[in-house]
């Protein structure tokens, strides 16, 4: 600015004076380096530090970025209504798929071992593609009982607890009878990821095939679950925990040609 005409704009806030503005003219020495011979006045306001006096707040830095500065609190229902699959697929036929996929797995989860059930067969990306749910241990059942495994959320602690309560007996009995399920299962957010992973492998065009394996499960990513760092914040602040573990020990394949 053109130092006879730069002004500062204050406003009375809190026993404090805190600047909202700047204004004045641009120095013409500045103006010239751009081929401009005319006055150009200028005038900008903060609006952050407006809208922190006219709501009251103290600090801006948790008006702005409350994310960072502020200790968000969920409920239960809340927490379980911010978990979602990490990866899915965009393709439509292949988002789509997904449930006929997923209940294809599921009615073959008895079959011994080794087995390959096919769950898809369609074109990604104008590829004849194919995926396949697949167990390499003898006498084995296809899926393990852990795949069955649902995601529940009890007293801002993540679970992931078989179907059935008696086989965990009377210490979960409360988390089964309180918890807010979440709708997800193990095998839907794996399947759900391995689509995704399928749909990106198909259009770089790398390779004509995949294949992933999981064993034990120790942690959410593993099963393609995604919890918010805000959640993941709230959790830890309170020392609970997220327990999405067990043994699953099948594979998924698809090849496109």
Known sequence: YDPETDTEVYVAYRGKQIEVGNLGFYAPASL??????????NIGYGVERM???LSGATDLRALVYPQFYEESEFTDEELAALLTPERKPEHPA???????????????????GPASILIFKGKIDGRDTEIAVFNWDEGKPLLSLAAMNQVVVHDSCIYGLPPDPPALG??????YERGVRTGLRFIDTIITGFAADVERAVREGKHNSIEQRWKIVKRPH????????????????????????????FGLKAHWK
Do not use: E, W
């Not at 010239?32 to 006045?41: A, Q, R, S, T």
């Not at 988002?95 to 009615?107: G, H, Q, R, T």
């Not at 679950?225 to 999405?244: N, V």
């Open 32 to 41: 010239k380096n751009y081929d401009i011979d005319l006055p150009v006045f």
């Open 51 to 53: 809208a922190m006096i």
């Open 94 to 112: 292949l988002a789509a798929a997904l449930p006929d996929m997923i209940a294809k797995a599921v009615s073959a989860k008895d079959q011994s």
């Open 170 to 175: 009377d210490k979960f009995a409360d988390i």
């Open 222 to 249: 593993q099963i393609n679950l995604h919890i918010p760092d805000a959640a993941c914040d709230f959790i830890q602040r309170l020392h609970k925990h997220i327990r999405i573990t067990g043994p699953l020990f």
